[in-house]
């Protein structure tokens, strides 16, 4: 039920001030991270706050969803944003909103005991705005750290797939991590497009990194292999690990032709053989 | 057989199998499992976890923990609440596939492990359990 506030504007307009000050103590009080909000800059987002509350519940009732509510869901999620940089929990960042409930409905008492049902009508109409805001703090928290979530994954995207010139004609691929679908596929782009620009023969793919191949895994690898050798360039597939080797043959993962080594070194010098590079005796 | 801890973890996206295989490793290092089998029972545990999701439209798998002394194992059940199987025997054949894979997941699952049971029907979901002993 969403009444109308009749009389909660003009408490805001009478009582304006007095209600900053007990909300300002309200919150210094309650405080669990002393200090780490300045009081000048708290009541400076207490008395923006107000304004726009009122501005707000004035022209626009109590749907917070109207264009009236603009000013005060930015101011919101401005306060959120900072507290949030601050450390500050989500639920710490909605009490900003929620420790407003007892200084308010302390007034409302006050001005409307000789009316319960408006009183009523007014406290009820009051929480579910002041909670609807409440939240919302909290959603704009989230939605901050899912930002920052998927932006760190798409930095892992780019920072686990590079792929190294070890010699004239011969690439590396160290591979490190899960190789999901995604991976996979950023991988093998940029193999392809390094084989292309360096024009190299030989492509070492190093999984000494991925902690377990299973199909899906074997799949994909053999994938990236299929488009190299298109492209012309052949692959050795390097760090293949006892406990993994085990796993493949129980798996019964045909790896064809390609050709394998336990680690980067024999893949290397393997290279090496295959593009006619002499090397020292005894090496 | 006596069960002396037990978990369950939800499967329902890519990321929820990255999450099973990282408690199963867990489990079987607590147990001490050797290198080897604890590759192969993840491996398993990666592929079982796989089908779930993506024929059976996810589920969950519940994982033991076996004390049988003097031996100990990890047992791993999946369901999911898909379609089912309505071949096993045919589904369990290497190069078998519906899905586009390698069609080696639930036979190598099987190779991987000491007991593997497939218990399935059409329209009333799958469940596959394994064990490993230490």
């Not at chain 1, 626009?60 to 930015?74: A, F, Q, S």
């Not at chain 1, 490190?176 to 991988?187: C, M």
């Not at chain 2, 099973?20 to 489990?27: A, D, F, I, K, S």
């Not at chain 2, 100990?72 to 999946?78: A, I, K």
Request: charged share 25%.
């Amino acid at each position: 039920m969403a009444v109308n506030l009749i009389h909660l504007p003009r408490i805001l307009e009478r009582h304006g001030e007095a209600l900053l000050a007990d909300w300002i103590r309200e919150q210094l009080q309650s405080r669990s991270r002393t200090g780490a909000i300045k009081e000048g800059e708290l009541r400076e987002q207490c008395a923006e706050f107000l304004r726009l509350f009122r501005e707000a519940t004035t022209k626009g009732g109590v749907d917070m969803t109207r264009p009236e509510y603009g000013p005060l869901r930015e101011l919101l999620a401005n306060v959120s944003a900072s507290r949030g940089a601050q450390g500050f929990s989500p639920s710490e960042t909605a009490k900003f909103v929620f420790s407003f409930k007892r200084p308010l409905f302390m007034r409302l008492r006050e001005e409307l005991m000789r009316d319960p049902v408006a009183l009523a009508d007014e406290t009820w109409a009051a929480t579910e705005l002041l909670d609807e805001l409440g939240l919302y703090t909290t959603e704009v928290y989230q939605k901050a750290r899912e930002a920052v979530i998927v932006r760190q994954q798409e930095e892992m995207l780019e920072l686990s797939t590079p792929v190294v010139k070890l010699w004239d004609g011969i690439l590396a691929l160290p591979m490190i991590g899960t190789l999901d679908s995604n991976r996979t596929q950023v991988v093998m782009e940029t193999l392809l497009e390094k084989i292309v620009e360096t024009g190299s023969e030989v492509a070492i793919i190093d999984i000494t990194g991925v902690p377990t191949v299973d199909t899906l895994v074997a799949q994909h690898l053999m994938k990236t292999v299929a488009a190299a050798r298109l492209m012309g360039a052949e692959c050795i597939i390097s760090g293949i690990r006892p406990a993994i080797a085990q796993t493949i043959v129980h798996l019964a993962i045909d790896l064809g032709t390609v050709v394998t080594k336990a680690n980067l070194a024999d893949a290397f010098k393997a290279a090496l053989d295959k593009l006619g590079v002499a090397q020292l005796p005894g090496r | 057989m006596p069960v002396v801890k037990e978990e369950t973890v939800a499967i329902g996206s890519d990321a929820d199998v990255v999450l099973v295989r990282q408690r199963v490793r867990r489990r079987a290092q607590e147990l001490r499992f050797s290198l080897v089998d604890q590759t192969k029972l993840v491996t398993a545990a990666s592929e079982l976890a796989r089908n779930a999701l993506e024929h059976g439209r996810g589920g969950e798998m519940l994982l033991q923990v076996l004390e049988e002394p003097p031996r100990s194992g990890l047992r791993l059940v999946f369901v999911d609440r898909g379609p089912g199987i309505s071949n096993v025997e045919l589904a369990m054949k290497d190069g078998y596939t519906t899905g586009g894979g390698l069609g080696l997941g639930l036979g190598g699952a099987k190779r991987l492990v000491n007991e593997f049971a497939v218990e399935s029907a059409p329209g009333a979901g799958t469940r596959v359990t394994v064990t490993k002993w230490h």
